[in-house]
């Protein structure tokens, strides 16, 4: 009995792993969540970051992990602040539709019948002819996935305050780092 539900607990574990947000984490990380963020040095203070989100992660939490990432990466390599020098976030919607029908060992299968009545011959019947309001049994989803980019230009000394673009990397740390998700 403690085995079977042991085996349980670790199902469970698992699935629950699949129904969360992205953490805030390198891609390709432990943890078999998907998504994650990446840089790559363009020159000595010019870096693409990115941050991909699953299914489960807002646009919201794509584009503050991205923003947290660039100000991460500006103190690590000894700057102050940093300019988003380009910015984009890409959504990737993935629709599916299932239908309460299959194909089955004899083509496409579906509940119809052909039958005769006195006066007016051979009828059929199934459910897309005739029937205005055949759509209920279609289940339609609609998946949203975001991935946010960015090249940053870092540099060091106070802010310029007249760039609009321009972040004091420890202040976004200071915001936005309480509220982010880690892998534990």
């Known amino acids: 009995m403690i085995k079977s539900?042991?085996?349980?607990?670790m199902v469970a574990l698992a699935l629950a792993g699949c129904a969360t947000p992205t953490p805030y984490q390198a891609i390709g990380s432990r943890g078999g969540t998907t998504?994650?963020?990446?840089d790559q040095r363009i020159e000595e203070n010019r870096f693409r970051v990115s941050f991909a989100g699953n299914t489960m992660t807002s646009r919201q939490t794509v584009e503050n992990f991205l923003l947290y990432r660039a100000a991460e990466l500006t103190?690590?390599?000894g700057y102050?602040?940093?300019?988003?020098?380009?910015?984009?976030?890409?959504?990737?919607?993935r629709t599916t539709i299932d239908?309460?029908?299959?194909s089955g060992p004899y083509g496409y299968w579906g509940p119809s019948w052909r039958y005769r009545g006195?006066?007016?011959?051979?009828?059929?019947?199934?459910?897309?002819?005739?029937?205005?309001?055949?759509d209920?049994?279609?289940?339609?989803?609609?998946?949203?996935?975001?991935?946010?980019?960015a090249e940053i230009v870092m540099g060091r000394g106070p802010k310029p305050i007249t760039d609009?673009?321009?972040?004091?990397a420890r202040q976004v740390i200071d915001n936005i780092g309480p509220g982010m998700t880690t892998p534990s």
């Open 136 to 149: 209920r049994q279609l289940d339609v989803r609609t998946v949203d996935r975001y991935e946010a980019t």
């Open 5 to 9: 539900g042991a085996a349980g607990l």
């Open 164 to 168: 609009q673009r321009a972040f004091d």
């Open 99 to 102: 239908q309460p029908f299959g």
């Open 75 to 77: 103190v690590a390599q």
């Open 35 to 38: 998504g994650g963020y990446a």
């Open 80 to 93: 102050d602040w940093f300019v988003m020098a380009a910015r984009d976030t890409e959504r990737k919607s």
């Open 118 to 134: 006195n006066g007016f011959g051979w009828r059929g019947w199934d459910p897309y002819w005739g029937d205005p309001f055949f």
